[in-house]
């Protein structure tokens, strides 16, 4: 009888590797963030395809409006069922497949030669895309356990990296080459990192973690808790694209050069990949509500900086309002995993990214609304009140931790 207890045990011991091991928790984080990087990259290097699209296809700017619109949209509303289709083949199997067909659909798109199927093959893309957020997080939140919080924090600055280098190289490429070997080269790219991912991203166990099953007793009567962490996380997701929204008039009011515009914007952007880096940490360190405070604060108080401030020191003040604006997001993800049901962890970082994605298509038009009936400068002030409506939600939060 014992001779089969043992035998059993070590063959679940082989069926579902511990994931705690070093290296292959180094393995789960480094493939999580290369295909974070990868996927964030595709997503946002339709932008710099927008322009050589409208003059191959003579498009106009409701049709580009739609292809952008048509990937975010599939990404998104996709991004659940992905998070539930990893109970069925598991992380590193839908991590790859989803992987494979974001690379396929950018192939399609260099086959392509009308909107039609432009749309299409964007579609696709999109739908493998809303694998990754939810797959990554949560292999990266299982393989790490209590001490997820800073590798979670290393897996969101891969993201803004892929954002900054696949834009870039596309662009570079279509210097060189038709735009359509160019996106046949990304594709590549993205067709061996499905390959890697396949072959070497380590299984992660289906059954839960030693922190998820401490959060899931801790949560198991009450959602309350994950969802002042998802109200959280779209309030922060609206500050900051209603804020981004805004930023070029501000700066165009205190009399900024167009030439110095992009460098401007650029300080924010590198600030805030830095912020995705730094505040985890701070989370782990200060805990998350003090986290939340510091940086919602900080967000508030630099927003009401910047609409009075001369032209130069509101510059000066850019990449440090990066960092705040972004680094909340960083202690909210990884906040997710504590407060999701047992063994559920795919699916509620399904349900947190498609929330904070969808504020942050919703909330330029909402601020815009407001923008228009009280000026710029108003608007602004809103998005930092915003900002502060936070803290009592933080508050409220705090029971729901183990720690705070």
Known sequence: MRLLFLSAQATNTAECPDPTRSAQRKRVLWLSCTAHALHDGYTDMIYALLPTWQADFGLGYGALALLRGIYAGTMATLQVPAGSLVRLLGTRATLAIGTLLAALGYALAGMSGSLLGLCVALAVSGCGSSTQHPL??????????????????VYNFAGD??????P??????????????????????GILVALVIALFLPSVCRIESEAEATAGEATKSSRS???????????????????????????????????????????????????????????????????VFTTEGATALLILALIW?????????????????????SVLYGTVPEL??????????????????????????????????????????????TALVIFPLALALRRHLSTT
């Open 161 to 166: 990296l892929g954002k900054s280098a696949l």
């Open 340 to 385: 999701a049901p047992a063994g559920r962890t795919e699916r509620a970082f399904a349900l947190f990214y498609t929330g904070t994605i969808a504020s942050g298509a919703l909330a330029p038009i909402a601020y815009g609304l407001v923008g228009d009936r009280i000026g710029v400068h108003g608007a602004t002030i809103v998005t930092a009140a």
């Open 309 to 329: 401030l001369p032209l130069a020191p509101a510059t000066i003040l850019l990449p440090l309002l990066g960092v705040m604006l972004n680094g909340t997001s």
């Open 225 to 291: 808790g994950f969802s002042l962490l998802f109200a959280i996380g779209v309030l922060d997701t609206a500050v900051r694209m209603g804020l981004l929204t805004f930023l070029p008039f501000l700066l165009r009011s205190k009399g900024i050069s167009p030439q110095m515009m992009g460098t401007a914007l650029a300080l924010v952007f590198i600030g805030g990949a830095a912020g995705k880096f730094a505040c985890g940490a701070l989370g782990a360190r200060v805990g998350v509500i003090g986290a």
């Open 168 to 189: 870039a190289a596309v662009s570079l490429l279509i210097n060189f080459m038709p735009w359509r070997h160019a996106l046949w080269a990304m594709s590549t790219i």
């Open 136 to 153: 990554g997080s949560g292999a990266v939140s299982r393989a790490y356990g209590r001490d997820a919080r800073a590798p979670l924090s």
